[in-house]
């Protein structure tokens, strides 16, 4: 079936970078476009951005001023979203989703991964 | 940007209800909003996509309309499974923004 796997929670200290993957299965992995959200405890959904699989071309929220980065890794189905300079507000869960269709809707969700930022 | 501003933010409701969400948009996003259901420590889940048509596996009890700028996500006969937080997005532009969600809980 389809579905998207994530990497596992991470604790990181202020400053640091963090690099979460999502592993695709079920599907044709370049023929869908993945997308990037998070949820900060007790908070709404934030979209990130998200990457072609085909080709590699990205585009982010310009909230993140940078310091996102989306590859891809077209031998293993899997995307990365690598976020830097990171604060105690980007404590958040991580969720990367395939986008379908001419609408792009967010058919399939990866479980999700907990990323805490704490000195 | 385009902000999308939901409304109620919270909603009691009782099972057998019918309840409906407003979602408006800051620019006309044509028909590209979609509306997600998310449950506590869970992903969000697809239920409306291009403002009116059903995702598969969805109950018939949700239905979407609208265009443009506003937007409607209705569920009649709420059920117990439906309580729930919902999100509309727009997938005109990027980025892609979330509305602010509507908790809808148990009266």
């Known amino acids: 079936q389809v579905q998207l796997v994530q990497s596992g929670a991470e604790v990181k200290k202020p400053g640091a970078s963090v690099k979460v993957s999502c592993k695709a299965s079920?599907?044709?992995?370049?023929?869908?476009?993945i997308y990037w959200v998070r949820q900060a405890p007790g908070l709404g959904l934030e979209w990130m951005g998200r990457?072609?699989?085909?080709?590699?071309?990205?585009s982010n929220s310009q909230r993140f001023h940078g310091r996102v980065t989306m590859t891809r890794d077209t031998s293993i189905s899997t995307v990365y979203i690598e976020l830097s300079s990171l604060r105690s507000d980007d404590t958040a869960v991580y969720y990367c989703?395939?986008?379908?269709?001419?609408?792009?809707?967010?058919?399939?969700w990866g479980q999700g991964t907990t990323v805490t930022v704490t000195s | 940007d385009i902000q999308m501003t939901q409304s109620p933010s919270f909603l009691s409701a009782s099972v057998g209800d019918r309840v409906t969400i407003t979602c408006r948009a800051s620019?006309?996003?044509?028909?590209?909003l979609n509306w997600y259901q998310q449950k506590p420590g869970k992903a969000p889940r697809l239920l409306i996509f291009a403002a009116s048509s059903l995702q598969s596996a969805v109950p018939s009890r949700f239905s979407g309309s609208g265009s443009g700028t506003d937007f409607t996500l209705t569920i009649s006969n709420l059920q117990p499974e439906d309580f729930a937080t919902y999100y509309c997005q727009q997938s005109y532009i990027t980025p892609r923004a979330f509305g602010q969600g509507t908790k809808v809980e148990i009266k």
């Open positions: 079920g599907y044709t992995f370049i023929g869908y476009y």
């Open positions: 990457i072609n699989p085909n080709n590699g071309d990205t």
């Open positions: 989703a395939r986008g379908i269709g001419s609408i792009q809707q967010l058919d399939v």
């Open positions: 620019q006309s996003v044509s028909n590209f």
